[in-house]
């Protein structure tokens, strides 16, 4: 039995090297998606599985056995005006609570969009917010509001459209926080930051992402938020004012799909996320 009990401790330790092979720091959360569920780690946008589902095909697992699929559905009708602006809207996505949250967090994950994606016009995805400690869930959507300093943030990675490109495109932050400038139109709508040499993401292939938020100090624009694909920093943003206190902390992850103008189904793949307060890097291809 004790030989048995060494095994088993030693391939619990081998996995998780294979996991989270870099991270140092506090391993908040990881995912791998092979329990088969989502239990109460996890919230999702409607019980619907055609949004998303448990992913058991091969060619669509990065690594174990399952991976999690995700699908904004083609929009169903009449376009809407919004706010001045034309929608066909379609969501999916899962999110996460680390409460009461962290002064600096990392999200490693890797995503693959399938071989006929195309969000059209403009999608969000990738969010890593900082809610109210004591009323997290009071400051959810607030979409074209600016934040005041006490109430959130949010960084988000996504891809955009660019002519010539296909898509998804290329990659950037969509970013809310108090120093944001309005737009044309009087909303407060995420503000975008662009890596120095344009990165762009191509179908049908799985990408290492990892995006780290760093807080400010309150009182000073010392803030950061970076990204990194296949372990390569592709874009750092620095001197943000996030917040003005420190009732505000990262405490919360969507990792989703939202398509503005959403005509025909668009799906990718999710497998392998590990949350952390330090780099965590991609995932080792063999034991070391």
Same mark, same amino acid.
């Given at each position: ?22 991270? /140092? =720091? ?12 989502l =239990? ?15 992913e058991?095909?091969p060619?669509?697992? !990065?690594?174990?056995?399952?991976s ?5 559905? #083609? ?9 001045? !602006?034309a ?10 609570w ?7 967090? !990392? ?36 979409? =074209?509001?600016?934040?005041? =300093? ?9 891809? /955009? ?13 969509? *970013? ?10 009087? /909303?407060?709508? %995420? ?16 990408y290492?992402?990892e ?7 309150? %009182?000073?624009?010392? %803030?950061?938020? #970076? ?28 990792? %989703?799909?939202?398509? !503005? /103008? ?14 952390? *307060? ?6 080792? *291809?063999?034991?070391?």
């Amino acid at each position: 039995m004790k030989s048995v009990k060494i095994i088993l401790q030693l391939t619990a330790a081998a996995l998780i090297t294979l996991l989270m092979p870099n991270a /140092y =720091g506090e391993v908040v959360f990881s995912e791998d998606f092979e329990s088969g569920t989502l =239990g109460d780690r996890w919230e999702r946008y409607k019980e619907d599985p055609a949004r998303g589902d448990f992913e058991t095909r091969p060619e669509h697992v !990065h690594s174990g056995q399952k991976s999690y699929r995700l699908t904004a559905l #083609a929009f169903e009708g009449e376009e809407e005006i919004l706010k001045g !602006h034309a929608f066909k809207q379609s969501d999916a996505w899962l999110r996460t609570w680390f409460l009461p949250g962290y002064e600096t967090v !990392h999200i490693r994950w890797y995503a693959k969009f399938a071989d006929d994606f195309d969000q059209g016009k403009n999608m969000h995805w990738f969010q890593v917010w900082a809610c109210r400690q004591d009323d997290p869930r009071s400051v959810l959507g607030g979409a =074209g509001r600016k934040p005041d =300093g006490t109430d959130r943030f949010i960084a988000n990675v996504e891809p /955009y459209r660019v002519e010539g490109v296909s898509p998804p495109g290329q990659i950037r932050f969509y *970013t809310y926080w108090p120093d944001m400038k309005q737009s044309p139109s009087g /909303y407060y709508w %995420g503000n975008h930051f662009y890596p120095e040499k344009p990165f762009t993401i191509e179908r049908d292939r799985w990408y290492c992402f990892e995006m780290m938020v760093k807080c400010n100090e309150p %009182g000073k624009k010392d %803030g950061e938020q #970076a990204l990194w694909v296949d372990g390569k920093e592709v874009m750092r943003v620095e001197g943000l004012r996030w917040r003005d206190t420190e009732n505000l902390k990262l405490n919360m992850l969507i990792a %989703g799909l939202y398509v !503005h /103008y959403c005509e025909r189904d668009c799906t990718y793949w999710l497998d392998d996320l590990v949350i952390s *307060t330090e780099y965590v890097g991609p995932l080792k *291809t063999q034991l070391q």
